[in-house]
């Protein structure tokens, strides 16, 4: 069974940066699909980055040049550095992860972290 850690979360003021990490364990072999989401209360869960078993990212819209999503080669753990942090980007964020197979085939991620929270204040 995948089980997902996140950590690095924080209060910060607006313009500051935080990295989040997302440890892995218990995943069998196999070409994985990873991301960053986030929810505020109230909304619904938004995807902020997204990172292929081939490396590729996407980013969504109001994130896109302030942070980057990435993964360790040798740990299994992914990263989301954030930069120049604005209070809309206050919300918990949550690693997500399961087999890119699957993702393509049913559209949502089975495996979920607990959830980090990020603070901005202005």
């Known amino acids: 069974q995948v089980q997902l850690a996140e950590s690095g979360g924080g209060s910060v003021q607006s313009g500051g940066s935080l990295r989040l990490s997302c440890l892995a364990s218990g995943y069998p072999y196999g070409d994985y699909c990873k991301a960053w989401f986030r929810q505020v209360a109230g909304k619904e869960r938004e995807g902020v980055a997204f990172?292929?078993?081939?490396?590729?990212?996407t980013y969504a819209a109001s994130v896109k040049d302030r942070f980057t999503i990435s993964r360790d080669n040798t740990k299994p753990i992914l990263y989301l550095e954030m930069n120049r942090l604005e209070p809309e980007d206050t919300a918990i964020y949550y690693c997500?992860?399961?087999?890119?197979?699957?993702?393509?085939?049913?559209?949502?991620?089975?495996?979920w972290g607990q959830g980090t929270q990020v603070t901005v204040s202005s």
């Open positions: 997500a992860q399961d087999f890119c197979s699957h993702l393509s085939r049913h559209g949502q991620y089975r495996y």
């Open positions: 990172l292929g078993n081939d490396g590729t990212t």
